[in-house]
């Protein structure tokens, strides 16, 4: 059954989990953001169209204040990743893509490189999965990745999504060139 009013939903401005603290951006956390996505930029910018083909900083206070904005108006709920205890951001996990009607969401993440492996990204994704389905009501929720990130690949895998398909062609890369992409699902039936 589709949301009717999804402004009017309690949203948590904060998750977290055992290692980590999920929380939106505000104003000024560039200072935060940034160094992060310095540390990961060679990283990104093969996937990320805003890494490439190289990130910049006026860019990332942009985007502090419009997902702070669109968290407000549900219309994308983005959260900045924090070692619990600290200010050391170490990357985005939320929902950059929604459907109300279904509802649906789609999750998208980045995490600082030298952070890779030890598994907070999977931590993150698992919060954002799981208040999808309770706080979001979702039926559907999924993670799209280009085939050839095998480590996004691995984090869906990890989180217990299934792989449904992958779309030949759909899109292009951030360099041009086309990508294939893959679909990653959990529905509330299964979970």
């Known amino acids: 059954m589709a949301i009717e009013q999804p402004i009017l939903l309690d949203v948590p401005e904060q998750l977290t989990t055992e290692r980590l603290l999920l929380r939106i951006p505000r104003v000024g956390d560039s200072k935060f953001v940034w160094p992060a996505v310095v540390e990961s930029q060679n990283e990104l910018a093969p996937w990320m169209p805003w890494a490439y083909p190289k990130a910049e900083a006026e860019k990332v206070e942009e985007y502090c204040r419009r997902a ?12 900045s990743l924090y070692l619990k ?4 951001c170490i990357g ?5 893509r929604l459907n109300w009607d279904v509802p649906m969401f ?16 999977n931590e993150a994704v698992n919060a954002i999965t799981a208040m999808s389905f ?14 050839r990130n095998r480590s ?5 895998e990890r989180a217990g999504f299934m792989l449904e398909g992958v779309l030949r062609c759909n899109e292009r890369a951030p360099s ?4 294939n992409t893959c679909v ?8």
Request: proline letters at 3%; glycine letters at 8%; a neutral charge.
């Open 106 to 121: 789609e999750i998208g993440y980045w995490l600082r490189t030298p952070l890779c492996g030890k598994g907070y990204m």
């Open 85 to 88: 205890g600290t200010e050391t």
């Open 176 to 179: 041009g060139e086309f990508r």
């Open 68 to 79: 702070a904005s669109n968290f407000n108006l549900r219309q994308q709920f983005n959260y």
């Open 134 to 147: 309770e706080t979001l009501e979702a039926q559907r929720v999924e993670i799209r990745c280009d085939e």
């Open 92 to 96: 985005s996990c939320g929902i950059p």
């Open 152 to 156: 996004s690949r691995l984090v869906a």
């Open 184 to 191: 990653y699902a959990k529905i509330a039936a299964a979970t």
